[in-house]
């Protein structure tokens, strides 16, 4: 068991982040939503919580996962790189899935979790933070 730890220990950790993240950043869209859906539009919820959530997840990707020792603002300017394609693919379909199948925004975002969780593993250790 050991072995396989230490063979697979940062894509253990990027999971371990990635829950986290995840659960972190669903909670804000949630509390933002039940905080101020009366009077804020749920897709600008979306973004205040995925600018909060990034945040969070770049400091535990860094600091937790990758490790990675200085090139903090070219690694956030690319961290927010990845993120921006996933919120674009998150703002297309959050609509499509709350107008058009009237699924609740609640349940529409826990779905697109996973799409834009696998897009992000690959993004973030292709291209935020590969060593260059």
Not at 22 to 38: D, E, N, P, Q
Not at 111 to 117: A, D, P, R, Y
């Amino acid at each position: 068991m050991r072995k396989f730890v230490n063979k697979h220990e940062e894509k253990i950790r990027f999971l371990v982040a990635g829950v986290w993240n995840t659960i972190f950043g669903y909670f804000v869209f949630a509390a933002l939503y039940f905080a101020f859906s009366k009077t804020i539009h749920y897709t600008i919820l979306l973004v205040f919580s995925y600018i909060i959530s990034i945040t969070n997840a770049y400091m535990s990707y860094k600091f937790f996962v990758f490790r990675t020792k200085g090139y903090y603002m070219g690694e956030y300017v690319r961290f927010y790189a990845v993120y921006g394609i996933t919120i674009l693919i998150n703002m297309a379909l959050l609509p499509a899935a709350v107008e058009l199948l009237k699924v609740h925004p609640i349940a529409a975002q826990g779905i697109f979790l996973l799409l834009t969780t696998i897009i992000s593993y690959f993004g973030h250790k292709r291209f935020s933070f590969a060593i260059r």
